[in-house]
DNA sequence: GTGAAAGCGCTAACAC
DNA sequence: GTGTTAGCGCTTTCAC
């Protein structure tokens, strides 16, 4: 049964004292490396477990200066980009030795940013990892930003000189997306955009229209329509679609989410899937699979990009800790093409 | 431009310094309430703001005993339902004035549950929530667990006396679903449940079984298949349930992943829904709106859920702190009835 | 109103 | 090998 009593906290004063030792002694015994004889040690550590003793990590954080925690900031953790991206991050931070203090950001004012930066920092963090979209100028603050006293990493940030930043790398994908296409023989490519708002959508659609326009196909930009990543949207702009670019043979649709109205719409009008209208997505949702038709799409792996920010912050860390310069790049993640029926 | 420059932290002996006044005005400064003279203040503000003074929240932990932190830890952060309780978490802390510190757990083995204990209790969390599905007796630990110093609150598990839980009502939601179906005249009302080891599949297949049960209608075993939440496996689960109740008129199906192969393979053989037969699931993914036909389903309010266990695990501590007992019960969320075309 | 002293729980640096 | 001393950055207590 679990109680909350009040009994107060077993101390290393207390186990130094019920083993005859010093503070010192208790201290090297829980931190192993340096040298305690054998029957010393044996007789700390049975009073350890007797006591239940656990060692105050926030009193030494106070004095090594460093909490082994790291700071993550999010933004839209409601969304499945952020949380599995954040999952990778558990994944890699518990390996290594780190635990993650949160804060998700419900804005970008100037006010809340440095809020949350403060809180981060007066836990002593040892490094920040920003886990947010970039949308409008929502990262400029990092150019001009007051000098942080830890090392941040950025991700799915468009990259800046002189900061560090790991993301998919949109562009790519997009072409990937739009090559498969045109490799089985499609001509007249649309697209279904994200918000242009977002950094993550204007590489997309980069990408789209670069590759037709290296084929030497057309990609006006009536051939491409915007949504806002939801369902909902990807039905609006699929109509729009259909007016604007009737004739057209294949969609290449900015996420699997908007793909889905797409195939249900086409279903329900009668355009046959993939014949007709071949259809590829962008994230590979797990539903993706068993969409009806299932769809070809691209596939993000999120996991990866929180696990390699955590290595990278924490050889930033490193670096700092032993008065190294801190490396800064931009670091891309290669996403990959799935094949399925619908395109 | 971020630079992580080694400066050494200001201090509030920095700040005391400069201002020509103790540390103790400075405390009293930042912490408002207690009396300082409007000259003094502002002189201590100015400073403040000129050296950029945070103070440090660790140091100020170490002494009060109190972190205003809370430890939460997850367990299959990667799937929709535990982040999107993150998320509800994330918000109602960051409104209480509260960080998380977050752990995810890879195995319930006692000794991985005894260093993540640890490691949050090390950091001194003012409280823990438990954010893990109770699947077979992984939380049989928590009714003969040696006494946790802090209150912990859990989520989705089975009530057990003595301990804080907050759920949702999945029985509820089945009940709903399974008369939903009824009201609508069908009779012959299968189900596809999730694994039988978690608790939330057990309580659903319970709602569905009683609820036939008690229109005089039968619910046996042979009318239930069970699956593993994923699409996949909801495509096999259809597949054994249209040989073992060929004439089934109806399907509940125990989330909206697995109700999703039913919908498609149900088209793939030319069954018509809901005409032939009525597809309900659980969960309310943002797509299920958007699959052919829409999705019928069980909306469960994760958001909500989180946001109710922050308040509740933070009445427990300002219980603690007043030393007045901590009340323990076990809540549940009422999920509601989304009804589209499917059913 | 303001300051001085003590101490939260731990470890770094130096004795012995 | 082990103990002593000092101090991380802050707040509490009690003076004045």
Redesign the interface.
Known sequence: ???????K?VTIKDVAQVAGVSTQTVSRVMNKFSYVSGETRQRVEAVVEQL?Y??????R??IQ?R?Y?LG?V?FG??F?GP??T??GI??QA?KLGY??????L?NFEKHSLNEVM??L????VDGIIWVAPEIGNNHDW???????????LFLAMRPRT??SSVATDNYQGAVMATQHLLENGRKRVAHISGPMSWWEAEERKRGWRETLEKAGLDAPEQFCTEGNW???S??QAFLQLLEAYPNMDSIFVAND?MA??V??ES??RGIRVPEQLAVIGFDN???S????PSLTTISQDL?LLGEEAVQRIVE?IQA?QN?QP?PSRSQFIQPTLIVRESA
Do not use: C, W
Request: proline content about 5%; cysteine-free; hydrophobic content about 35%.
């Open positions: 049964m679990i109680l909350s009593d009040r009994k906290r239940g656990r060692p105050s990590t926030l009193a954080s106070l200066q909490s925690t993550v999010t953790l409601k499945l949380s599995r954040l999952n558990a994944d518990d635990m993650l203090l949160m804060k998700e419900d403060d809180s920092l007066a836990r002593q990092v150019e001009q930003s007051e000098s942080i006293p830890v090392p941040v002189g900061i939801s369902s909902t990807g039905e989410q889905l109205s195939l249900r279903h329900r949702l797990p539903e699979a068993y969409f009806y996991q930033m700092r008065n801190i």
